[in-house]
């Protein structure tokens, strides 16, 4: 299904949560979707930055290996 350039997502929250948010959100001066949006933006990023985090940490304990298996022989 292709989306359109903006799109509507629509989910449940329990109604503190959403009174708290919005509460936050204007007395910050912002707009809600501004808000969301940096959000799952970040959240994209933060999952894209941990999988390099896990290739990195792969490719280190392969390189131990290797370095220990050469020095213990």
Do not use: H
């Not at 930055?49 to 896990?54: H, N, R």
């Not at 290739?55 to 390189?63: S, T, V």
């Not at 131990?64 to 213990?72: D, P, Q, T, V």
């Amino acid at each position: 299904m292709a989306m359109k350039a903006d799109d509507r997502l629509t989910f449940r929250l329990p109604m503190i949560k959403k009174t708290e948010f919005l509460t936050k959100v204007e007395r910050e001066g912002k707009k809600t979707s501004e808000v969301l949006n940096e959000l799952i933006e970040s959240y994209l990023q933060q999952s894209e930055q941990s999988s390099d985090i896990d290739e990195i940490k792969q490719r280190l304990a392969r390189l131990e290996e290797k370095f220990m298996g050469e020095s213990a022989a």
